[in-house]
């Protein structure tokens, strides 16, 4: 437990960290996207400094998601939420990772949609989630491997399995998958888990990771069902 709130006390530093850094990034990197654009409108589609413009404006996209993710990493707890239906992100979430798939061959499929699973939170954050994990299960699995996810109840839990057959997460990896800017991608910013963590959390649920180096790595999203409104009790007399 005490290790759990020196993880906590350490996270929120770097989160006001990174809120920090972020905002004072924010402000010079849109007059430079800006003036990239403005550039950009003198080349002509043949030139060859078209590629360097191009270049650039993808470049400063690419830190402006990154500034981003920082900045929804350390907001404060969404206030506002809403009833959400657990099935029907996963739906959404899976076929934008199938068009995402480009050249790569892995079969992406929903096992078990979930009949209804409702839970309270913010749509974007939920989706943020299970697209973080499910590009993380796309990306670790070899050409010809499958990711499949499963969602069900247990318990008054709204339970989602992301399962990837090929690769398997040795223990000392394990242990800092969710450490922000812990990667082993040559591109990766490693908050992608992070992230996820600190969202399912504000929903009171958890994240787990199981890996077997013959089954696979499987990342279970678990969030407790929002509690039904209770019907109205008529009193007698
Ligand atoms: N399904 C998986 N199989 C094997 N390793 C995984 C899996 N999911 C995550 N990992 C490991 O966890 C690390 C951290 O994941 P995380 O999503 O936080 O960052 P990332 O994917 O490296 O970067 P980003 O999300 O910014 O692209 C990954 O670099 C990878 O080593
Ligand atoms: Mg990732």
């Given at each position: 437990?005490?290790?759990?709130?020196?993880r906590?006390?350490?996270?929120?530093?770097?989160?006001?960290?990174?809120?920090?850094?972020?905002?004072?990034?924010?402000?010079?990197?849109?007059?430079?996207?800006?003036?990239?654009?403005?550039?950009?409108?003198?080349?002509?589609?043949?030139?060859?400094?078209?590629?360097?413009?191009?270049?650039?404006?993808?470049?400063?996209?690419?830190?402006?998601?990154?500034?981003?993710?920082?900045?929804?990493?350390?907001?404060?707890?969404?206030?506002?939420?809403?009833?959400?239906?657990?099935?029907?992100?996963?739906?959404?979430?899976?076929?934008?990772?199938?068009?995402?798939?480009?050249?790569?061959?892995?079969?992406?499929?929903?096992?078990?949609?979930?009949?209804?699973?409702?839970?309270?939170?913010?749509?974007?954050?939920?989706?943020?989630?299970?697209?973080n994990?499910?590009?993380?299960?796309?990306?670790?699995?070899p050409?010809?491997?499958?990711?499949?996810?499963?969602?069900?109840?247990?318990?008054?839990?709204?339970?989602?399995a992301?399962?990837?057959?090929?690769?398997?997460?040795?223990?000392?990896?394990?242990?800092?998958?969710?450490?922000?800017?812990?990667?082993?991608?040559?591109?990766?910013?490693?908050?992608?888990?992070?992230?996820?963590?600190?969202?399912?959390?504000?929903?009171?649920?958890?994240?787990?990771?199981?890996?077997?180096?013959?089954?696979?790595?499987?990342?279970t999203?678990?969030?407790?069902?929002?509690?039904?409104?209770?019907?109205?009790?008529?009193?007698?007399?």
């Open positions: 437990m005490e290790a759990q709130v020196k906590g006390e350490r996270l929120a530093v770097i989160g006001q960290m990174a809120a920090g850094v972020a905002h004072e990034i924010r402000n010079p990197l849109a007059s430079l996207r800006g003036l990239a654009e403005l550039l950009g409108r003198d080349v002509g589609a043949d030139d060859t400094r078209r590629r360097y413009v191009d270049t650039m404006l993808q470049s400063i996209d690419r830190l402006n998601r990154l500034i981003e993710d920082l900045l929804l990493f350390s907001a404060p707890r969404a206030a506002e939420t809403d009833e959400l239906d657990v099935g029907a992100i996963v739906s959404e979430t899976v076929s934008l990772a199938q068009l995402g798939l480009g050249s790569r061959t892995v079969a992406i499929t929903v096992t078990d949609p979930g009949s209804h699973l409702v839970v309270r939170g913010t749509r974007e954050r939920l989706i943020q989630v299970l697209t994990i499910v590009q993380n299960a796309v990306q670790a699995t050409d010809g491997g499958a990711v499949t996810v499963r969602s069900e109840e247990r318990e008054g839990i709204a339970v989602v992301v399962h990837n057959t090929g690769s398997y997460i040795p223990p000392q990896v394990r242990r800092q998958l969710f450490v922000p800017f812990f990667t082993t991608k040559p591109t990766g910013t490693g908050l992608g888990l992070a992230i996820a963590r600190q969202i399912v959390t504000s929903m009171d649920g958890r994240i787990e990771v199981a890996s077997d180096p013959q089954a696979g790595t499987t990342f999203v678990e969030i407790p069902l929002a509690a039904r409104p209770q019907p109205a009790v008529a009193m007698a007399g």
